[in-house]
Every structure is written in C-alpha cells, then in structure tokens.
C-alpha cells in the first residue's frame, strides 16, 4: 500500500472521527438542553423545512433549544447537526473506497480525490433525504386493509334484553358539578380540583334514604324533571327503535334511552321549553330544524353532549380485576354497580359463547377471555348458561394462552398466569433520554398511558396477595386452560396468540427485541444492573402516576391508567 493511499485512509478515518464527533454532542445537548426554555416548550418556529425553521428560531427566539418531548423534535441546530454528521460519515466512506490517489493533486492541503469523495457524498446524502421525505410514506400514513383482516361476522341471539323497571328508575347520570359532589361523598376526604364541565358519572344511589346527608338528594332533584307526559319521553329517547330494551342481532350499539329520557325530561321541565313535533318533516329544512331541536334537549347543562363509552370489550374487565385484587372495595363497585356490570356481560355475549374485541366485532380470545373472567369474578356462577357456553369457546380456540398481551397482563395480575407467560414492559425504559427511539414518552398518548402502570406493575411483578387461597382464582385456573395449571411452560406460550385474534401479526423484529428482554429479564448476568435501574424505574413511573391522578382530577384518559 502506497503512502499516499495510507494517507487517504488517514484522512477518511478522520472524516468519521469528526462524524462521531459532532453527533455525540448533538446528542449532549439534546439530553442537556431537553425542555428548556420551558416557556418554549411545543413551540414550532415559523416555516415548512429545516433551512426556514433554522432561520426563524435563531431571529424569532422560538422553539426549545434541544429536545422538545411535546413535538417529539430536536431544535433545528441539532437536526442540522446530524445532517452534517452523515455527510461526514458517507464522506469518510468514499474517501476510503478510494485507491487511486497516486496521480492526485492537491487542492487546499487536501488530494483532489478527497474532494471528489465529497462531492460524491453530499449527492448520495441529498438523494437519500429526497426520497425519505418525497417519495417514501411517513412512519404514521396509514396503510390499505390488513392482509390477515377479519372474515367473520358477529351473530347474537334474537332477543329483546331490558333492565328492571326498578333499576331503569335508579340510575341518574349526574354531570359537571354534581358529578364531582357524588365522588366526593363516595370517598370521604377527597378533594378534587380543577374544572368539573364535561365530567360525568352514573349514579344509583338511594335519594331518599334518610340516612344521607341531603346531597344526593338535591343532585337527584336536578336530574329527575317535573310532571310531563311520560310516554311522549320514551318515544322521543327511543330514537325511532320499536321497543325500550336491547336487541344486539338488530342492534349492538346502545340507544341510551335512560339519558336521552333524563335530558329530555329536564328539558320539557322547564318553563317555556316545548317538544318537537312526531310528525314527519316536509322539507329539508324542517327535518334540519327538528334534528337540532330533539340534540338540544340532550345538551347537559354545562354544555357539553355526553355519550357512552361502552364500545370496547377490553377496558370494563381492567376495572373489575382492579377491583377485585384490592378486595372488592364497594366503594369502587357497589352492589348496584356490580348487577349492572354482569348485566352488560350477558347481554353482549355471542351465539357461539365469546364475546368480540368491543360490540360490533366477531367474537376473539382477546374480548371473550377478559369479559367470561370478569364475568366470573362479578358472582355469576360456574354453572349458569353464559359461562359454560364462554367456557367452551375459550376451550375450543385452544385456552387462554391463546389470549392477546393486555388479557395476560390481567391475568397475571390475578394469579391466573406466571409472569414468564409475558413479554417484558421495563419500567427502567421511562429513565431513557427522551430523544432516546423507545422512549415511552414518543408513544401515542393512549399507549403511552397504558405503558404506564403496566410497568409499574409488571416491574412490581404484582400477583393478588389471595390468588393461592381464593376459590374463585383456584376454579378460574381450571376453567380458562385446556391443560394442567401447574404444567403449563409459561416461557414458551409468549408469542402465542390465537389466529382468530392475528390480524395484524407481530413483525420478526419486535419478536426478537421481545426475546432479547427476556433474556434481560432471566439472565443471572443482567440481573445486579435490573435489580439497581429497575428499583428507580419504578419510583418513577408512581410518581408520574400521581402527576397524572392530579392533572387529570383521577379521571385520567386512559382506561388502564384509570384501573
């Protein structure tokens, strides 16, 4: 080898010296600078590219000097930054493919052939980012229809299901203020603060027990309406349906008859507010008029629409398992509470045993395990109708280690599945930089909150303190499986999940990275590092878990997160 092309080699290794020099101190300052100036924090200076957006934050003084966690974004100097370190890199490695620079002359105190490299990397590098950001789809374009979706339908018998008439009395959906006087006299020296409008809660307690102290009574007031012609109610709340109770093969979806009969009521009792006409509208305008005048009796009184939130099949279960490991606290689900609760269950449960994923979908291991679990620990016994046909659906898909990630993580909560049945959620992944890929903060919100306490809690390795005593727990273990309990290789059930229930598959690569965390989580090498970093991974994640219970008056907006 000549000394000239020693030299060039030289130089290249320089070329990627300086590449790794300048990232490492974008890096440095992102984590150094992240969120400050706080003030600035998810601001974007003025422009639509980075030349502009360099500009504008350097004359404006706008946007966050290095890591800005709300537009999951570095500021436009360090995103610059690592431009001009790939360049560099890719410069480094021309110069270094580079063999014929025997005959070179120099330019600038360097070879001609160097310059040439640079040239060459700086086209390389354009026409990477050209097609990365103009011909290549974003991370977040949604795709066609998934390759593996869906073919069956769900089915549901004809059956017309309705509340008894003294439980369609009882419940009162109480908004805004109301609904925070409710919480607070369920839990005695609560506080909450902040804004109540939007809130809502349903509420079945006794108005005219003389035992209350006279709020819930004055709240009752406020929901139930004068006198008015009651018929007339059902048939506007009805919303057109033949018939005041639940027909899933019709319909999956509530009418919410006993809200929209509660706000119309309120409506009609006040003076001066009259009904719309039953008759059919003759002209567009009037059917405009009537639709906006039969929505404005819905409207609670602090402005906002409220509206179930029953879709999905997999939060309710959350509730009742968090309810039933802390001892089944009636604070939390009261008698009431809980018969409206198994109430629902039945009435959701499909032709074939299962339940689907939420009210519309074919029934899946992910939506019937949860919801025949949840069933079961609500009181409805192992031998009524709907567990021995949900049990048989389970049984037929191959058992519950057919199940999907979030019905495991119940499980395995409820001492119904070993921990090493589960993929890994490490708290210790929240003390990452925030730049850091796998940070959970550059999450989407939902499943960022869902990470949350399920690694706190799986972190924790929380199991319910009776799950070895519990009668219940015991015959569930037996119920759900198709094999022995206690046989049961939890390692190598990970992955498995039922082909009903597989219509986005997981990609080799998250199998691997789920697989390498494993080993993270049972190698004796690993585990003086994850005893140290888990210890204040966990910390965190409860202290986060408070900034949340106070930021969002414990409502939260994610499910898990509330459970």
């Not at 601001?43 to 639509?48: A, C, D, V």
């Not at 012609?229 to 919303?239: I, K, N, S, W, Y």
């Not at 609670?300 to 099949?313: C, I, L, N, V």
């Not at 190598?492 to 080993?519: C, E, F, G």
Request: with cysteine; aromatic share 12%; proline share 6%.
């Amino acid at each position: 080898m000549t000394e000239e092309v020693v030299d060039t080699l030289r130089i290249g290794y320089a070329l990627f010296a300086w590449a790794g020099v300048i990232s490492l101190s974008a890096v440095i300052m992102a984590t150094g600078l992240s969120g400050t100036p706080i003030d600035q924090l998810g601001l974007r200076p003025k422009g639509s590219g980075l030349w502009s957006w360099l500009y504008h934050s350097y004359v404006d003084s706008v946007g966050i000097n290095g890591y800005d966690c709300i537009q999951g974004a570095m500021a436009p100097s360090l995103r610059l930054q690592f431009h001009i370190s790939g360049v560099f890199f890719l410069w480094g490695v021309f110069v270094c493919i580079s063999r014929d620079s025997e005959t070179d002359d120099f330019l600038w105190l360097l070879p001609n052939t160097v310059w040439l490299a640079a040239l060459k990397a700086l086209s390389v590098y354009m026409s990477i980012f050209f097609v990365a950001h103009h011909v290549m789809e974003g991370v977040s374009t949604p795709g066609g229809p998934r390759a593996s979706k869906i073919q069956r339908m769900p089915a549901w018998q004809d059956r017309t299901i309705s509340l008894e008439e003294e439980d369609r009395k009882k419940w009162k959906c109480l908004v805004a203020a109301a609904s925070h006087q409710d919480t607070e006299r369920k839990f005695p020296g609560s506080s909450l603060t902040g804004e109540p409008s939007g809130r809502q809660i349903w509420s079945a307690s006794k108005a005219n027990d003389d035992s209350d102290s006279g709020v819930v009574s004055r709240m009752w007031r406020q929901v139930s309406g004068g006198n008015i012609d009651e018929d007339l109610v059902q048939t506007m709340a009805r919303g057109g349906r033949s018939s005041s109770g639940f027909n899933p093969s019709k319909n999956p979806n509530s009418c919410d008859i006993i809200f929209r009969a509660q706000q119309i009521r309120k409506y009609l009792s006040r003076e001066g507010n009259k009904p719309p006409s039953l008759e059919s509208a003759k002209t567009v305008k009037d059917a405009t008029h009537k639709a906006a005048h039969f929505y404005s009796m819905l409207q609670t009184e602090d402005g906002h629409w409220a509206a179930d939130y029953g879709g999905p099949h997999f939060l309710m279960p959350g509730l009742v398992t968090a309810w039933y490991v802390m001892g089944k606290p009636e604070s939390l689900l009261n008698e009431d509470q809980v018969k409206l609760l198994k109430h629902y269950i039945l009435a959701h449960q499909q032709l074939d045993g299962g339940w689907g994923t939420h009210i519309e979908s074919p029934s899946t291991m992910f939506g019937s395990t949860q919801m025949y679990v949840a069933m079961r620990l609500l009181g409805v016994p192992i031998d009524h109708p709907a567990a021995v046909s949900g049990r048989k659906f389970l049984k037929d898909q191959g058992g519950a280690l057919y199940t999907s990630s979030w019905s495991k993580f119940y499980l395995c909560l409820l001492g119904l599945m070993d921990w090493k049945g589960h993929n890994s959620v490490p708290p210790e992944m929240w003390l990452l930089p925030n730049w850091f890929p796998f940070h959970p903060g550059r999450l989407w919100c939902h499943a960022r909150m869902v990470y949350l306490p399920m690694g706190y809690l799986y972190g924790s390795r929380f199991v319910y303190s009776k799950a070895e005593t519990d009668e219940t727990i015991l015959s569930l273990r037996d119920e759900i499986y198709c094999e022995p309990y206690a046989g049961i290789p939890w390692d190598t059930t990970r992955h498995w999940i039922s082909d009903l229930d597989n219509y986005s598959p997981i990609p080799w690569v998250m199998k691997t990275l789920q697989n390498l965390l494993a080993l993270y989580e049972n190698w004796g090498i690993f585990q003086p590092f994850k005893k140290n970093i888990r210890e204040k991974g966990i910390e965190f994640s409860m202290q986060y878990i408070h900034a949340e219970d106070n930021q969002t008056n414990y409502i939260e907006y994610v499910k898990p997160s509330g459970s």
